[in-house]
């Protein structure tokens, strides 16, 4: 089955501590995306890779970091800088060039920092 | 001017009601309108998506109705059930570059039965 994966589902985190969040594709797509979602917002932009070794900040970025060494795979590093860590990571992809720009999700990772 | 601007914030109506929900534009470059729906703890699946050279576009009960003079676009869902109870999100883009998503803030929708 194609898709996207995100694991872990449940994450806890220590104040102080880097945690990693990781997002795999099978679906062959360029880019992709982290998204973060707080209770009664919309998704805000972290981080976007369109192609391998490449990657850009969004509009959150900081207290962030990613890589992008494979095509497949995209893991969000939510380091110690990041003061309001809590919340839902959603991990997208897409297909450069298409004609829609339609990004598929995964099921998202739930970060809560004790 | 990256704005996407959602209304209502929630939304309740009786099975078979007509929800409907809007969202304004300002970045008159967009050309790309999507909704996403979001049930609880999943990640959001595209529901529908629109260009500005098309007034309406319908999927199933699903219906996108677009005004490009006002820069507002609308969902509509006919014949609504429970079990299109879900966050939906508008989002805007510019198709081709970076295909980054501009999101609004989501409408919480409740059918009841």
């Known amino acids: 089955d194609g898709g996207i994966t995100q694991s872990p589902k449940y994450l806890f985190r220590k104040e102080g501590q880097n945690v990693t969040l990781s997002c795999e594709q099978n679906l062959n797509h360029d880019a992709m995306y982290w998204y973060r979602q707080d209770p009664g917002q919309g998704l805000r932009l972290i981080y976007y890779?369109?192609?391998?070794?490449?990657?850009q900040k969004g509009d959150i970025a900081e207290g962030y970091s990613v890589s992008r060494e494979k095509k497949e795979s995209f893991p969000l590093t939510v380091t110690s800088a990041q003061k309001n860590p809590t919340a839902f990571y959603l991990c997208?992809?897409?297909?450069?060039?298409?004609?829609?720009?339609?990004?598929?999700f995964g099921p998202g990772t739930r970060l809560t920092v004790l | 001017q990256q704005q996407v601007k959602q209304s209502p914030q929630s939304l309740i109506v009786q099975k078979g009601g007509i929800p409907i929900i809007n969202c304004a534009y300002e970045n008159t470059a967009f050309d790309y309108f999507p909704w996403y729906q979001q049930f609880p703890g999943k990640g959001p699946a595209l529901l529908i998506a629109i260009r500005p050279d098309v007034s309406e576009k319908k999927e199933g009960r699903f219906t996108i109705s677009f005004n490009k003079s006002a820069k507002q676009f609308s969902l509509h869902i006919m014949d609504s059930q429970p079990g299109d109870s879900a966050t939906y999100f508008c989002a805007a883009s510019l198709s081709g570059g970076t295909g980054k998503l501009i999101f609004g803030q989501g409408t919480t929708l409740q059918v009841k039965p």
């Open positions: 890779s369109q192609i391998v070794n490449d990657f």
């Open positions: 997208a992809s897409r297909l450069a060039g298409s004609t829609w720009n339609e990004q598929f």
